[in-house]
């Protein structure tokens, strides 16, 4: 490579002053005062050298630090600039992993910055827009995720990678018809991506349905790897919690409340389970029912009244029990 020549400006081009912006997550890195307008610096005052790791976010007072010549006031130099950026983009990326928007947690967070800028210069080299859109998506980009998503549809793509952008990526949705997500679920002889477009579709049940034929037909074949994995995936998943949410609203619909507080207890709602029990204390007294009676009882943090609702139900449990088994000798 020839060396660059010094001060010559050349404009940041818009993808790197993106991904710069993204991964300090358009925040100074020295100051880290989210309300201060930012721009990108150049760590060795060379204009031209858009490299991205000669270039860190500051807010326009750290800036002007870096301009200081001479006086009293030491000047930010480009180690101390460095040495905060670096800093400051390992509080980001660490931040974004823990809220779960980057993955594999195995990796070191530097490792996991390095790793995504290199990764999208790849895809974009080799002008792999699908590759670049999900990489985008991947780190929680959704802005450049749908610019990618458009252009690789521009370019020509399947339908099922069309559908798969489309219904994955946030604001993409209106880019495919009807008529071509169904193209995409019928074509398909894959049954995970199909469940996977379900799910992303947000047709719980049917993709629930997919994952569990496709575990199955995995558990026969022997794959227990596959079959393990799926599993994995569909019980990490949102869909178990979205089912709930479904019967929910179908025990709504119904007036059906013991349902409507089991789902909500399913679902780790407890305010609003205790809030729905205390709102129907009369309706549940009347009713009688001794499970019932034990769930108010929590709801009203009534201990004496849980007790007799635990030995009630033991009682008439045991006596069913009894009743059983005289008649069966009966028989
Ligand atoms: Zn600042």
Redesign the pocket.
């Known amino acids: 490579m020839s060396p660059r020549p010094k001060k010559n400006r050349v404009p940041i081009p818009a993808h790197v002053a993106a991904e710069v912006l993204f991964l300090a997550d358009r925040t100074?890195c020295?100051?880290?005062?989210r309300n201060?307008p930012v721009q990108i610096h150049h760590i060795d005052d060379d204009p031209g050298n858009n490299l991205v790791q000669n270039l860190s976010v500051?807010?326009l007072?750290?800036h002007r630090e870096t301009q200081i010549s001479g006086g009293f006031d030491r000047k930010l130099d480009a180690a101390q600039v460095t040495l905060y950026r670096d800093d400051w983009l390992r509080v980001v990326a660490d931040a974004r992993a823990t809220s779960g928007s980057l993955r594999d947690e195995d990796r070191t967070v530097g490792v996991e910055v390095e790793l995504a800028t290199s990764l999208a210069e790849i895809y974009r080299d080799q002008e792999d827009w699908v590759g670049l859109a999900l990489h985008y998506w991947s780190i929680g980009n959704d802005d450049l995720a749908a610019r990618y998503t458009s252009k690789a549809i521009e370019a020509g793509v399947s339908v099922q990678t069309k559908v798969l952008l489309c219904t994955r990526i946030a604001g993409c949705a209106n880019l495919v018809t009807t008529a071509e997500i169904e193209e995409a679920l019928t074509d398909t002889s894959d049954w995970t991506s199909r469940a996977r477009r379900l799910r992303d579709l947000g047709r719980t049940a049917e993709a629930v349905s997919e994952y569990i034929s496709g575990i199955q037909r995995r558990l026969n074949d022997g794959n227990v790897f596959t079959a393990a994995y799926y599993l994995k995936e569909l019980s990490e998943s949102s869909l178990i919690a979205e089912l709930f949410k479904i019967a929910l609203a179908e025990s709504v619909a119904e007036d059906d409340l013991w349902w409507q507080q089991r789902a909500m207890q399913e679902l780790g709602w407890t305010e609003q389970r205790r809030n729905l029990l205390l709102q129907n204390a009369e309706r549940i007294r009347a009713e009688g029912a001794t499970h019932f009676l034990r769930e108010l009882a929590w709801a009203e943090s009534d201990e004496q009244a849980y007790v007799k609702a635990r030995m009630d139900e033991a009682r008439s449990r045991a006596a069913l029990r009894v009743t059983r088994e005289t008649t069966g000798k009966h028989d």
């Open positions: 100074c020295v100051c880290r005062d201060r500051l807010c007072e750290c």
